[in-house]
C-alpha cells in the first residue's frame, strides 16, 4: 500500500469490502481496529508475526460474539483486515498454530523460552521472541492480548486465577524488554471492555429475546377474539380454518 494513504482510505477499502450495515453494538470495535490496522500498516518497523496475530483474532473473536448474522463474522474480518493490506486466513492459522504449539508445553516452559532468548520454544513462539527483540520492533497492544492469550493455552493455566496469569504476562512481557506499565495499561484497558462487551451482549440478546415474546403473544388470538360464536351444532372451525392462509 502506498504510504499516502489515510485512515479515509483504509475505511472505504473497507466499506467496499463489507457493504453491510454493521449493527451500533460492533461498530466501535470495527472503528478502532480499522485505525490501529492503518496505522501498523505504515510503521516500518513493525512485522505481523504469531504474537500479534493471536491478539488481534482473540480481540475480533471476543468483541464479536453475539454477531449476526453469524455468517458474516469472517466476512467482517477479512474486511478489516485487508483494508490496510493484512490476510486474514494468514493471521488465524498463525495464531492457531501458536495455539496448538503452546498447548503442549506449560507455563514454566514458557518462563525458560523466555529466559533464554527463546531456545527450545516452539517455531511460532520462536518467531514471536526473535520479532521482539529486533532493534526496531514496533510494539502494538494486540501484542500484549497475544502474549496473554498464549500463556492461557499452556498447561498450568487454567489453574491460575485470571488476575494472576494477567500478573505473569506483565512479568514475561517485561522479561522480553516490553514496557511493564504499557503491558498492564492495555491487558487492563482490554479486561475491562471485554466485560462490558459481554454484558452488553447479554443485554442485546435479552432485550432481542422479549421483544421476540412479546410480538408472539401479540399475534396470538386473546380469548372472546374473532368473529361471533355460531350456533350450536356449527363446528367451532369452520370459520377458523380459513385464517390459517
Not at 494513504?5 to 451500533?24: E, G, W
Not at 471476543?62 to 490476510?87: N, Q, T
Not at 471485554?194 to 410480538?215: D, G, N
Amino acid at each position: 500500500m502506498s504510504a499516502a494513504l489515510t485512515v479515509a482510505d483504509s475505511k472505504r477499502a473497507f466499506h467496499s469490502a463489507f457493504p453491510y450495515v454493521i449493527a451500533p453494538l460492533y461498530r466501535r470495535m470495527v472503528d478502532e481496529l480499522l485505525v490501529e490496522l492503518h496505522l501498523l500498516s505504515r510503521q516500518a518497523g513493525f512485522r505481523s508475526d504469531p504474537l500479534f496475530a493471536a491478539g488481534l483474532v482473540q480481540v475480533f473473536d471476543g468483541f464479536s460474539k453475539g454477531y449476526r448474522p453469524d455468517a458474516h463474522r469472517e466476512l467482517l474480518l477479512s474486511a478489516i483486515c485487508s483494508a490496510s493490506g493484512f490476510d486474514s486466513q494468514s493471521m488465524r492459522q498463525q495464531r492457531d498454530a501458536a495455539i496448538a504449539a503452546m498447548g503442549s508445553h506449560s507455563v514454566e516452559e514458557v518462563q525458560q523460552w523466555i529466559e533464554q532468548a527463546g531456545s527450545g520454544a516452539p517455531e511460532p513462539v520462536a518467531a514471536a521472541l526473535a520479532g521482539i527483540r529486533r532493534p526496531d520492533f514496533h510494539y502494538s497492544r494486540l501484542m500484549a492480548v497475544g502474549l496473554l492469550s498464549l500463556l492461557e493455552q499452556a498447561q498450568g493455566a487454567d489453574a491460575m486465577d485470571p488476575s494472576a496469569l494477567r500478573s505473569y504476562a506483565h512479568d514475561l512481557g517485561s522479561a522480553l524488554g516490553l514496557l511493564k506499565d504499557r503491558l498492564d495499561k492495555d491487558l487492563s484497558l482490554y479486561a475491562a471492555n471485554l466485560e462490558k462487551m459481554v454484558q452488553a451482549v447479554e443485554l442485546m440478546e435479552e432485550t432481542v429475546a422479549a421483544e421476540r415474546r412479546k410480538r408472539e403473544r401479540q399475534q396470538q388470538p386473546s380469548p372472546g377474539d374473532g368473529a361471533p360464536s355460531e350456533p350450536a351444532g356449527e363446528p367451532a372451525a369452520a370459520e377458523a380454518a380459513p385464517s390459517a392462509g
